[in-house]
């Protein structure tokens, strides 16, 4: 190999290895930032730290802004009226949300950034990062609110009246917060970069649907033992890319 062909390969090494270190940079920073706040515990905090680097790494800044949006809203979220959910024994730990928990509402949306970076499609595949996160943060705010705002709620399956927090209960209260969070997620977006204008309809109903079918998991499977939360929120927001997809 001549001495040029040799010097052009190192340049293409370091071309594809740049990005890499603002990626971790940001990626720790935001984890350490998200447990100083007690966001996620510790084992969280490493796994958003993953997360973060991948949707980085394979969607650009714009998919990093996205996140930081998506964990305000359910950070927020959480300690919205905290008290009365504590009186219903439906509060999440103030030590934050665990690995798991984590990997279940982000690990989709990472996995689209990394297909966009080596698709053909890409667009397509940032759609469905936008659609996933916003279903991540509807899915939260709707539950949070919903149990801090509404003494019951009616079962999707079957309008049933439930305590709230019971798995598949909805309330118009805890819609309305979801819908709307899914909206500023898809609207963040849009105005990172992450997605055009015209596709803002599409991400947010992929979050609506993927909202919506985590209440159905939440009832038939969820309420039964077969599955539990994270298996049902992984799978919500599996949809919602699924559902924006199908829309393009």
């Given amino acids: 190999m001549s001495y040029l062909a040799r010097t ?17 940079i940001v990626s720790v920073i935001f984890a350490a930032l998200a447990r100083w706040v007690r966001g996620v515990t510790v084992g969280g905090a490493i796994a958003g730290a993953g997360i973060c680097c991948l949707l980085y790494l394979g969607a650009g800044l714009g998919a990093f802004l996205v996140l930081v949006s998506v964990f305000a809203l359910t950070w927020l979220g959480t300690r919205f009226g905290y008290r009365r959910k504590e009186k219903l024994g439906t509060a999440e730990r103030l030590d934050g949300r665990t690995a ?5 509402n982000l690990a989709v ?3 689209c950034a990394g297909l966009s970076a080596i698709a053909h499609s890409k667009a397509v595949f940032l759609l469905t990062v936008s659609a996933a ?6 899915d939260t ?3 949070e609110v919903g149990q801090a705002r509404s003494a019951d709620a009616r079962l999707i399956s079957n309008w049933a009246v439930v305590p709230a927090g019971t798995n598949g209960g909805v309330s118009w ?5 979801g819908v709307a969070a899914g909206a500023f997620v898809s609207l963040v977006s849009v105005m990172t970069g ?10 947010i109903v992929g979050a609506v649907a993927g909202m919506i079918a985590d209440s159905f998991l939440g ?8 599955l539990n939360n994270d298996a049902v929120n992984f799978l919500g927001t599996l949809i919602a890319a699924g559902a924006a997809a199908l829309f393009v």
């Fill in 109 to 111: 949306a990472a996995g």
């Fill in 100 to 104: 798991w928990q984590v990997l279940a």
């Fill in 219 to 226: 009832a038939l499977l969820e309420q039964r033992k077969v």
């Fill in 8 to 24: 052009m390969q190192a340049l293409a090494g370091m071309e594809a290895v740049r990005p890499l270190a603002p990626a971790v």
């Fill in 133 to 138: 996160l916003a279903e991540a943060a509807a």
């Fill in 194 to 203: 992450l997605i055009p204008f015209k596709w803002v309809g599409v991400s």
């Fill in 173 to 177: 209260m805890g819609t309305v917060a």
């Fill in 141 to 143: 705010v709707s539950s």
